[in-house]
């Protein structure tokens, strides 16, 4: 399983990014997947996740209604568009992924639940 997290950049607050992880290696259709984030003295926190056996997916209430995941399972590629970013969402940026299935809460609520991991994309948003 491999995984490669890219589309990070600086932004200013209210602008849009979208990033995109790159999977090989495995059917990520079968996957529960996620975006992560974690900032200086934080914890790695869950903002956006997908099961496999759920369409709805599942958003951290500080990104609700600004960021959407979403995958495309023909190029093998799992994406978080984020919109009106606030400066409260710097962070480094990570995509994981997880062969066993739950709700789409679940591994967001429990980042540590996540077997499989990309390198981190770094995201500053500027006031």
């Known amino acids: 399983v491999q995984l490669q997290a890219s589309g990070g950049g600086f932004v200013q607050a209210g602008g849009s990014l979208r990033l995109s992880c790159a999977t090989s290696?495995?059917?990520?259709?079968?996957?529960?997947v996620g975006w992560f984030r974690q900032a200086p003295g934080k914890e790695r926190e869950g903002v956006g996740c997908?099961?496999?056996?759920?369409?709805?997916?599942y958003y951290a209430d500080s990104v609700k209604g600004r960021f959407t995941i979403s995958t495309d399972n023909a190029k093998n590629m799992v994406y978080l568009q984020m919109n009106n970013l606030e400066p409260e969402d710097t962070a480094v940026y990570y995509c994981?992924?997880?062969?066993?299935?739950?709700?789409?809460?679940?591994?967001?609520?429990?980042?540590?639940?996540?077997?499989?991991w990309g390198k981190g994309t770094q995201v500053t948003v500027s006031s």
């Open positions: 994981a992924v997880d062969a066993i299935s739950y709700d789409s809460s679940w591994y967001c609520k429990r980042p540590s639940g996540m077997d499989y």
């Open positions: 290696g495995f059917t990520l259709k079968d996957y529960d």
């Open positions: 997908i099961s496999a056996s759920s369409t709805s997916p």
